[in-house]
């Protein structure tokens, strides 16, 4: 078990620029879930795939964000038009859950911590 | 909006202390708990859940938790507390009844563990 994979861990960009993170879950889970953490914060939820549909968005998922899961495996989430208000750690989890399942647990990532200048 | 609220943003033990760590949450349905562990330069690990059942769970590292549901509160305990403890440790829930699937955390507590 490898764990949950997010590239690139670390990411400077300017105001203004495009970026994109990718998330490679734990094999075979099929649920996964994009978070977005602040310094002295806890996680706050963003969004969240069942395979490839994507179920669930936070008000915080802001028009420059998107995420996909093509084929149900891996995730990028991209941010447009990046904000200084964007510099955060973006988490990533997965989790494995049968049928429609209510008590699935998430497993997440090292992160990737972006800083807008 | 559920929120999670733990009220202890930081807490300071000498080695050997006993540790309990409030977490209380606003849904007023059925819910699962959870708490995790983030140590310096490391990602959020899991410690314990709670979906049903009993609800003394005991987690690794010799952690447990009670869920009260009377109080909205699943608090963390460990009876002596190690060096290697040191950490920050988010409690979440998430409803069970809704269909919704995020995990709401609280803003965190670290703990700092004195030798």
């Known amino acids: 078990d490898t764990g949950v994979s997010q590239d690139p861990r670390h990411k400077i960009t300017k105001r203004g620029q495009n970026v994109t993170f990718r998330c490679d879950p734990i094999?075979?889970?099929?649920?996964l879930y994009w978070y977005r953490q602040t310094l002295g914060q806890g996680p706050e939820f963003l969004t969240y795939?069942?395979?490839?549909?994507?179920?669930?968005k936070s008000r915080l998922l802001s028009d420059r964000f998107s995420a996909e899961r093509p084929k149900g495996s891996f995730s990028t989430l991209e941010i447009q038009r990046t904000e200084q208000g964007d510099s955060a750690m973006y988490l990533c989890?997965?989790?494995?859950?049968?049928?429609?399942?209510?008590?699935?647990?998430?497993?997440f990532g090292p992160g990737t911590r972006l800083t807008v200048l | 909006a559920q929120s999670v609220s733990q009220h202890n943003h930081h807490v300071i033990l000498s080695e050997a202390a006993s540790l309990e760590l409030g977490c209380n949450y606003s849904?007023?349905?059925?819910?699962?708990l959870f708490w995790y562990v983030q140590y310096p330069g490391q990602h959020l690990q899991l410690l314990l859940k709670?979906?049903?059942?009993?609800?003394l769970v005991k987690g690794i590292k010799g952690f447990e938790a009670e869920f009260i549901k009377s109080k909205f509160s699943f608090n963390l305990r460990k009876p002596s507390v190690q060096w290697s403890d040191t950490a920050e440790y988010f409690c979440?829930?998430?409803?069970?009844?809704?269909?919704?699937?995020?995990?709401?955390f609280g803003s965190g507590t670290r703990l700092q563990v004195q030798p």
């Open positions: 709670y979906f049903s059942g009993d609800p």
């Open positions: 989890a997965s989790s494995l859950a049968r049928g429609g399942s209510v008590a699935d647990t998430q497993y």
């Open positions: 795939f069942q395979n490839e549909a994507q179920l669930e």
């Open positions: 849904y007023g349905g059925t819910v699962n």
């Open positions: 979440a829930s998430n409803p069970m009844d809704t269909g919704r699937r995020a995990l709401t």
């Open positions: 094999s075979e889970h099929n649920r």
